[in-house]
């Protein structure tokens, strides 16, 4: 082995044990997004507590994230449309330009809130320049999408299709939260009309809210799995998953099995909260991890959904033998 060589082995070391696992990793970041470009470099964005613009820092590695500086690439409208409740930024590389989609509410009328795209045809998204595309638009024979409480979009590939994933509120006197799926035919514009993917069926999903949202992607060995949230955003905050063939008709509910249990929730002894809203990336050795937010104390100051203390923490995401995620707090 070369000096060269020796020195590169040890900075990824050193770089790999100073990431903090299941425990609060970059403070009041909710939402977080984690996009690894093919460059290596590593993008971070999440709702802020003010949840009145967009944020982006980059680093060569999760390690510096943290410590990296954070710009505000975007800041909500005076009024009108997208001018307050902006949350759950993601940022995606698609067609050769960068995309954030996120949600906006109106001052007007706080909870009509919508998906909202933001483009950028620059190199580097942090100092480029962004273009708003308005609201996310429906396949032409949807009367559905996008009409009502609509949030927390993410974005996935397979086999050479593009499909867009959200929470929307459905429902006469009590809302519910449903996710939803369809294909793309832009980044910005939806192919087919909306397919009901989940519901909240379960005890576990209803508490305080009948809630799915928050859908996050992960793919193995042809298999699709694809976590989301539930129930209200405080303690009972959990996550459950839906699994795919990627061979299958994903545009089809039958193609997608749902776990009849969480798959993560709150630990009391490790002082973990309401863990959810996560997503995936891989760390500087190529392994998976998962990333999500969550609480560190159980008695929540205010409105949940207002309390700042909602931390970025980070998780290994480890397979069983035939090819299943676990999602274990263990370090």
């Not at 960068?98 to 190199?123: F, H, S």
């Not at 459950?240 to 990627?246: D, Q, S």
Request: hydrophobic share 30%.
């Amino acid at each position: 082995m070369t000096k060269e060589s020796n020195a590169n082995t040890n900075t990824n070391t050193q770089r790999e044990t100073t990431v903090k696992y299941n425990e609060p990793w970059i403070m009041q970041r909710a939402d977080p997004y984690i996009y690894k470009h093919t460059d290596g470099t590593y993008y971070f964005t999440a709702s802020v507590p003010a949840y009145d613009g967009i944020v982006l820092r980059k680093a060569n590695s999760l390690a510096e994230l943290p410590a990296a500086p954070e710009h505000e690439i975007w800041h909500m409208h005076e009024s009108g449309i997208m001018s307050c409740h902006i949350w759950a930024p993601e940022l995606h590389y698609l067609d050769g330009k960068w995309y954030v989609y996120y949600a906006g509410g109106d001052k007007d009328d706080v909870w009509a809130i919508r998906p909202y795209v933001l483009e950028c045809a620059d190199e580097d998204p942090i100092t480029g320049t962004w273009v708003e595309k308005g609201k996310m638009q429906c396949a032409p024979e949807d009367e559905f999408s996008f009409r009502a409480f609509s949030l927390d979009a993410t974005v996935f590939e397979s086999k050479g299709k593009r499909y867009y994933v959200w929470a929307e509120k459905v429902g006469v006197g009590r809302q519910i939260s449903n996710l939803y799926i369809g294909e793309m035919k832009s980044p910005y514009e939806l192919k087919t009309a909306q397919v009901l993917l989940t519901t909240p069926d379960y005890d576990w999903e209803r508490i305080g809210f009948y809630v799915n949202e928050g859908p996050a992607v992960i793919k193995r060995n042809g298999n699709i799995f694809l976590t989301y949230s539930a129930s209200e955003t405080g303690t009972c905050y959990c996550m459950g998953m839906l699994t795919a063939n990627e061979n299958d008709d994903l545009l089809d509910p039958r193609s997608w099995v749902k776990e009849r249990y969480p798959v993560l929730q709150t630990d009391e002894q490790r002082k973990i909260y309401g863990p959810g809203h996560n997503t995936f990336t891989v760390d500087d050795q190529g392994n998976d991890i998962c990333v999500y937010h969550a609480r560190t104390e159980a008695e929540i100051q205010g409105n949940p959904l207002y309390n700042p203390n909602r931390h970025a923490m980070l998780m290994k995401v480890r397979w069983t033998e035939d090819g299943r995620p676990v999602f274990s707090y263990e370090k």
